[in-house]
């Protein structure tokens, strides 16, 4: 059986296990969390996830509450 990660263990496992540069991983969870936000209609949410997509893009760092945002959504 194949465990599902929640919260700080898949936070954890996620900045791991992707094989993939560092920068590039806050905008991957960015993604994520941009569906399961406009599923839920969380617009606030929404924003903070366009900002993480942005700063990624545009080669910048995102702001550290956006990416609390993001990091801590399913928590």
Do not use: K
Not at 16 to 36: F, N, T
Not at 55 to 70: E, I
């Amino acid at each position: 059986m194949n465990a599902v990660l929640f919260g700080a263990a898949a936070r954890r496992s996620f900045r791991r296990g992707s094989g993939r540069p560092a920068s590039e991983q806050p905008s991957d969870a960015a993604w994520m969390v941009l569906e399961a936000a406009n599923d839920l209609g969380d617009s606030a949410t929404i924003e903070a996830c366009r900002r993480v997509i942005d700063a990624d893009l545009s080669g910048t760092l995102a702001a550290q509450s956006d990416l609390h945002v993001v990091f801590d959504y399913f928590r």
